[in-house]
């Protein structure tokens, strides 16, 4: 069975995807997934070089058949999203794809067609196969996007006898969290020192356990305040959650960012250090 290590933050700006790039660094036959879709930014660090790829069509968006329509304004008048403007064309980017204009056209003249949302790629890194996506501008279902690339990710790693899945996933709670929680093997999560770190911590934590994986809790850059890290802890120790690392501040974090590497590439530094050790702790439990 393949095992997936997904490394997510109840908020942006945490340092969850500089700690996925390390890891992928340390990690020895890994597979790479990126499904921070609506803001992927992992490939700024381990440069993928695109091998194979392919369209995503997240949904159906209307399309008037001129030759069919009567022009007798249902369409505007049953639209909730005002996408349908003068001369009775379909503004892609406010249609939602409800399909209600379809169903209440008298004419029959409108159908809704299969639309591009975004698209997926499989890539070589320096450290293993790289899945990752691009999600068009204003486009939704990313979850569904987020499960296309697992699916990727994990038929990678059973053909060529690799593991784990590592898995840089999005902020936050929303749909493309849930779809990238969907039978993890083992959930890190990183929060910072802040009020709303924790805040945002709680809201994750009581998302992740529903899923029944192994959790772990990371606080980066910890000491800039310690008393809320020490309140981190003890939410952990209340919610039986794993605290599995602190992870000081570094100025070395934002040089590795500059220089396009994983942090564990290019320092020596306190901050590299806990991430190698977390490294070290996490994959025993994998």
Do not use: Q
């Not at 987020?146 to 053909?159: G, N, S, W, Y």
């Not at 690392?245 to 806990?274: N, Q």
């Amino acid at each position: 069975m393949i095992k997936e290590l997904v490394i997510i933050s109840g908020k942006g700006g945490t340092g969850k995807t500089s700690i996925a790039a390390s890891f992928a660094a340390l990690a020895e036959n890994a597979v790479i997934a990126d499904c921070d879709v609506d803001a992927a930014d992992l490939h700024l660090v381990l440069a993928p070089k695109r091998e194979e790829g392919g369209e995503f069509e997240g949904g159906k968006k209307a399309f008037v058949n001129k030759g069919l329509c009567m022009n007798c304004g249902d369409c505007v008048l049953f639209c909730r999203f005002n996408a349908i403007g003068d001369y009775f064309t379909v503004d892609p980017l406010a249609c939602e794809g409800c399909g209600v204009c379809a169903r209440f056209c008298p004419a029959d003249a409108i159908e809704m067609r299969d639309h591009v949302s975004g698209k997926w790629f499989v890539s070589s890194t320096a450290h293993g196969p790289m899945v990752h996506a691009k999600l068009g501008i204003a486009e939704g279902n990313s979850g569904k996007l987020v499960t296309l690339i697992r699916k990727k990710a994990k038929e990678i790693a059973e053909r060529e006898k690799r593991g784990p899945v590592i898995v840089d996933g999005s902020p936050g709670t929303g749909c493309p969290v849930i779809a990238t929680l969907t039978g993890a093997s083992f959930v890190l999560i990183v929060t910072e020192p802040t009020v709303s770190g924790l805040h945002d911590l709680e809201r994750i934590h009581d998302l992740a356990r529903r899923f029944r994986a192994k959790i772990a809790v990371c606080v980066n850059k910890a000491d800039i305040n310690p008393e809320m890290t020490e309140r981190i802890r003890g939410f952990c120790a209340e919610k039986n959650a794993a605290f599995v690392m602190e992870i000081p501040y570094d100025e070395d974090v934002t040089a590795a960012i500059v220089a396009g590497k994983p942090l564990v590439a290019h320092s020596r530094g306190a901050a590299a250090r806990g991430i190698e050790e977390m490294w070290r702790r996490i994959s025993g439990e994998l």
